[in-house]
C-alpha cells in the first residue's frame, strides 16, 4: 500500500501531466497558449479618469501618425518602436523602426472609435478613463501589462498610469505592441510576403501580425480570428467602418483591413484616405492550403504566405518638426499640499476631502495618488490634467479633483493620520498631502439596552 508521500507525488504526477496535455490542446485549438483570463485590472476596483479629445479625432489622427514612425518616444523600451525586421523565415533582419499607419489608424477604430475615455464622456472634457470588460485600456485599448501584479507594493507602475491616462502613451504603446506582433514572426507566427522578401512596408503583409494584436486564436478558442473557421459566416462581404455590419461574423484582421479600405466617417467626411486592402484569395491554392485549419497549429510552418495582391505600400507621414511639442508639450505637476480632514462622523461634507491637482504647463500632464494606508479612499486614483495647448470646453478640467474619504473597518483606531502622494509619469515632482481622520462612533456594550 503506497504511503501518504507516495500517493501526493502521484497525484502531483497526474496534475503536471494534465498541465501539460492541457497546455498542448490549447496551443492546438487556439495559436499559442493565451494567458489567463484576468482578475483584476490595474486600477480595480475604482476607475482612472483621462481626457476625451476633438469630435472629429484630430488629435488621435495625429498621434497615430507620429507613432507609426516613432516620433512619439524613440528610444524607449515600453513606448518606443523596435526596428521592424525584414525577411522571410532564412533571411531574418532588423529593419526601420516604423509601421503602417493606415493600419494603426484602423486598429484605433475597431479597438475603440478612437475614444480615450467612457462614452458618457464629452468630447474635449475630462472623464471616466475607457476600460473594457477584459482590462483594454483606451484608444488602441492595451491589456497587456495592465492587469495584476502591479508595481511596488501593489500600486499601479507609471507606464500603466500612462497608458490609462494619456492618449499618446496609450497609442504609442499600441504601435509597438502592433510592432512586436510582426517581429514575432517566424518564430511564434507564419510570414506574410514570402514573394516580396517580408516586405514590412506592404500593408498585405501585415495580416498576420493584425490578426495576432487581437490574440492569433482559431476554432475551439473563446473568440475565433480563424477566417476559416465554420463558425463565421461564408461568403463574407468586405467590412466596412460604418456601424452597420455585425463584427461576430468577421476575423478581427479583417475587420481592420475592412476600415482600411472603408474609412470611418464623421462630420461628414472620412477620417483617413481610403485604400483598397487586399485579403488572401481563398479560391487561390496558395491561401487556401495555407490557411486551412490543419495547418493551424504552433509552429504554423504550413501557413507561410505570398503577399495578397494587389499590393499596398504604406504612406509616411508628413509631420512637422515640433510635433512632439504639440502633441506632448511640457507638463507641470501642481497639486494642494498642507493637511486635510476627515470627520467619519460628521457631515457628508465633514466625511469627504477634496484635492485639487493642476498643470500649469502646456499638453496632458497625467497623475497618480497614492494613499500611504489602505483606509484613505482616493477616486480617481489616476488621471490627466489639461495644460496650454489643450482645449477644454465641456467639463471636468482644466484641473482635475480627487474626492478623499476612508473605509471606516480599516481604521486602526477612532483617531488616525497618513498622507496621500500625488506623483507624474510625464512631469518631474510631488506633493504630499497629510491626511486627518477622526472617528469616534458612541458604541453600546452587545446584549444590553439603555434603561429608561
Not at 496551443?27 to 484576468?38: E, H, K, Q
Not at 500600486?155 to 490609462?164: D, G, H, K, L, S
Not at 515640433?322 to 467619519?344: K, M, V
Request: hydrophobic share 40%.
Amino acid at each position: 500500500m503506497p504511503n501518504a508521500s507516495s500517493a501526493r507525488r502521484t497525484l502531483l504526477g497526474a496534475l503536471l501531466l494534465a498541465t501539460i496535455l492541457g497546455a498542448v490542446q490549447s496551443t492546438t485549438l487556439g495559436g499559442v497558449n493565451a494567458p489567463p483570463a484576468a482578475h483584476a485590472c490595474a486600477f480595480d476596483p475604482l476607475r482612472p479618469a483621462a481626457y476625451e479629445a476633438d469630435a472629429l479625432r484630430e488629435r488621435y489622427l495625429l498621434g497615430l501618425d507620429a507613432a507609426a514612425v516613432n516620433r512619439l518616444f524613440p528610444g524607449d523600451t515600453y513606448f518606443g518602436l523596435p526596428p521592424v525586421e525584414v525577411g522571410t523565415r532564412s533571411n531574418r533582419a532588423p529593419g526601420a523602426a516604423a509601421v503602417p499607419v493606415e493600419i494603426l489608424r484602423a486598429i484605433g477604430w475597431v479597438e475603440s472609435t478612437l475614444t480615450m475615455a467612457s462614452r458618457s464622456t464629452r468630447f474635449e472634457s475630462i472623464g471616466p478613463a475607457l476600460v473594457s470588460f477584459d482590462c483594454g485600456h483606451g484608444v488602441m485599448q492595451i491589456t497587456t501589462g495592465m492587469t495584476v501584479p502591479l508595481g511596488a507594493e501593489g500600486r499601479p507602475t507609471e507606464n500603466q498610469i500612462a497608458v490609462a491616462t494619456s492618449d499618446t502613451h496609450n497609442i504609442a504603446r499600441g504601435a509597438r505592441i502592433l510592432a512586436s506582433k510582426w517581429n514575432d514572426a517566424p518564430g511564434l507566427r507564419p510570414v506574410a510576403g514570402t514573394d516580396t522578401n517580408g516586405d514590412p512596408t506592404l500593408i498585405e503583409n501585415w495580416y498576420y501580425a493584425i490578426w495576432a494584436y487581437n490574440g492569433f486564436t482559431g476554432p475551439g478558442s473563446r473568440q475565433s480570428n480563424h477566417p476559416l473557421d465554420p463558425n463565421l459566416a461564408w461568403p463574407r462581404s468586405e467590412y466596412r467602418c460604418d456601424g452597420k455590419q455585425s463584427r461576430t461574423r468577421y476575423p478581427y484582421q479583417e475587420l481592420v483591413m475592412g476600415c482600411v479600405a472603408n474609412p470611418a466617417e464623421r462630420g461628414g467626411q472620412d477620417l483617413w484616405a481610403a485604400v483598397p486592402a487586399s485579403l488572401p484569395d481563398f479560391t487561390q491554392p496558395q491561401f487556401f492550403n495555407a490557411m486551412r485549419l490543419a495547418s493551424f497549429k504552433f509552429p504554423y510552418l504550413e501557413m507561410d504566405i505570398p503577399t495578397p495582391q494587389p499590393a499596398h505600400r504604406t504612406v509616411t507621414p508628413q509631420l512637422v518638426s515640433n510635433i512632439e511639442g504639440i502633441l506632448l508639450g511640457t507638463p507641470r505637476l501642481s497639486a494642494d499640499g498642507g493637511t486635510i480632514t476627515i470627520h467619519a462622523n460628521g457631515t457628508p461634507d465633514q466625511a469627504t476631502a477634496t484635492i485639487r491637482v493642476a498643470n500649469p504647463g502646456t499638453g496632458l500632464l497625467s497623475w497618480s495618488a497614492t494613499p500611504s494606508d489602505n483606509f484613505l479612499i482616493v477616486d480617481p486614483p489616476a488621471g490627466s490634467a489639461a495644460g496650454a495647448g489643450i482645449p477644454c470646453t465641456a467639463g471636468g478640467c482644466p484641473d482635475a479633483v480627487i474626492n478623499v474619504s476612508i473605509n471606516p473597518t480599516l481604521l486602526p483606531a477612532s483617531r488616525a493620520s497618513g498622507t496621500i502622494t500625488i506623483t507624474s509619469p510625464n512631469a518631474p515632482g510631488s506633493t504630499t498631502v497629510r491626511v486627518q481622520v477622526f472617528a469616534e462612533f458612541e458604541v453600546a456594550a452587545p446584549g444590553t439596552s439603555r434603561a429608561p
